[in-house]
């Protein structure tokens, strides 16, 4: 059964920085180039980065361009997203998927408040 599990969000404050952890069972994710998504109420999810297969090739979003960084340790079957100088803005449920993508995770919920 394929599954991915987000977790390592929480509360910080502006200019702090989180690292998200995405472990994936029922497939190898060493098959897949790997993505992280955020999500807001009441607005569509947005591609945030993306990973390829290899990890050779790293895709962002302008608006966390510089301040995240995806990998990728095929070995645990786990990818990883390093957030930096986090603003109130990167406030989201975060989830990760495959391309093409499988059945979505719960998330985990990143909150960037004073």
């Known amino acids: 059964q394929v599954q991915l599990v987000e977790s390592g969000g929480g509360l910080v404050q502006p200019g702090g920085s989180l690292r998200l952890s995405c472990a994936a069972s029922?497939?190898?994710?060493?098959?897949?180039?790997m993505m992280w998504y955020r999500q807001v109420p009441g607005k569509e999810r947005e591609l945030v980065a993306r990973?390829?297969?290899?990890?050779?090739?790293?895709n962002y979003a302008d608006s966390v361009k510089g301040r995240f960084t995806i990998s990728r340790v095929n070995a645990k079957n786990t990818v990883y997203l390093q957030m930096n100088s986090l603003k109130p803005e990167d406030t989201a449920v975060y989830y990760c998927?495959?391309?093409?993508?499988?059945?979505w995770g719960q998330g985990t919920q990143v909150a960037v408040s004073l």
């Open positions: 998927n495959r391309d093409p993508w499988a059945a």
């Open positions: 029922g497939f190898r994710i060493s098959n897949y180039a």
């Open positions: 990973i390829t297969a290899s990890g050779g090739s790293t």
